[in-house]
């Protein structure tokens, strides 16, 4: 059988994308065939370079239609099946998303991971903002992508409640720990084959 191919898009530090390449290489159904940044000197694309993955830099340019089209190019020569998002400060065109899903059988298959009981805290800064409002708990939303900003259909949430005196910084860990849980716990239903996919076809 085919391995699922994951395309993993990241700009920052790249705690998840790494949890996310470690697990995959633990599992034999699923692989993450590359990394792609739209950042040079990102964090993620040296965790990428560490644990062999394949990794590119498509960087920013004022030209939004001509960044996603070279995106696409990349999922498509590399017959992606499902985009995970972790820490992709970009939103995605319903343009770039009808595209991705056309070859897909119209199935959606972008995900994301956000640090909040979405639709609470959408955005950046949501733990923070979450703890300045002393929330008794919080938690994180693991979503299909749409074209809006942490709008689209939830698929699973994990909660976190915040404990008396505790710091944001601790907090936070907290938080990055339960979203590494989250979203590798999401990759090993997909490879048990509990999340359905539509194979990579050209339309
Ligand atoms: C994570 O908190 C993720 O939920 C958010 O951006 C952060 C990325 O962190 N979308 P990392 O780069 O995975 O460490």
């Given at each position: 059988?085919?391995?699922?191919?994951?395309a993993?898009?990241?700009s920052?530090?790249?705690?998840?994308?790494?949890?996310?390449?470690?697990?995959?290489?633990?599992?034999?159904?699923?692989?993450?065939t590359?990394?792609?940044?739209?950042k040079?000197?990102?964090?993620?694309l040296?965790?990428?370079?560490?644990?062999?993955?394949?990794?590119?830099?498509?960087?920013?340019?004022?030209d939004?239609?001509?960044?996603?089209?070279?995106?696409?190019?990349?999922?498509?020569?590399?017959?992606?099946?499902?985009?995970?998002?972790?820490?992709?400060m970009?939103?995605?065109?319903p343009?770039?998303?009808?595209?991705?899903?056309?070859?897909?059988?119209?199935?959606?298959?972008?995900?994301?991971?956000?640090?909040?009981?979405?639709?609470?805290?959408?955005?950046?800064?949501?733990?923070?903002?979450?703890?300045?409002?002393?929330?008794?708990?919080?938690?994180?939303?693991?979503?299909?992508?749409?074209?809006?900003?942490?709008?689209?259909?939830?698929?699973?949430?994990?909660?976190?409640?915040?404990?008396?005196?505790?710091?944001?910084?601790?907090?936070?860990?907290?938080?990055?720990?339960?979203?590494?849980?989250?979203?590798?716990?999401?990759?090993?239903?997909?490879?048990?084959?509990?999340?359905?996919?539509?194979?990579?076809?050209?339309?």
């Amino acid at each position: 059988m085919n391995k699922i191919r994951i395309a993993i898009l990241a700009s920052g530090t790249g705690s998840n994308a790494e949890a996310l390449m470690k697990k995959a290489q633990s599992l034999n159904s699923v692989e993450v065939t590359f990394v792609l940044s739209d950042k040079a000197g990102a964090g993620v694309l040296e965790k990428a370079q560490n644990l062999s993955v394949r990794h590119f830099v498509v960087a920013k340019q004022n030209d939004r239609r001509e960044h996603e089209q070279r995106v696409l190019n990349l999922l498509r020569e590399y017959r992606i099946d499902w985009v995970f998002l972790a820490g992709y400060m970009r939103l995605l065109s319903p343009e770039f998303l009808q595209t991705f899903s056309a070859w897909h059988r119209g199935s959606s298959q972008v995900v994301n991971i956000h640090p909040s009981l979405l639709p609470a805290y959408p955005g950046v800064d949501s733990i923070r903002r979450a703890y300045e409002d002393r929330v008794n708990e919080s938690g994180v939303t693991l979503h299909l992508v749409d074209e809006g900003m942490d709008t689209g259909p939830h698929l699973m949430q994990s909660r976190l409640t915040l404990e008396a005196g505790e710091s944001l910084a601790d907090w936070s860990v907290r938080f990055h720990k339960l979203e590494h849980q989250t979203y590798t716990q999401f990759l090993e239903l997909m490879a048990l084959g509990q999340i359905p996919t539509s194979p990579f076809e050209e339309t």
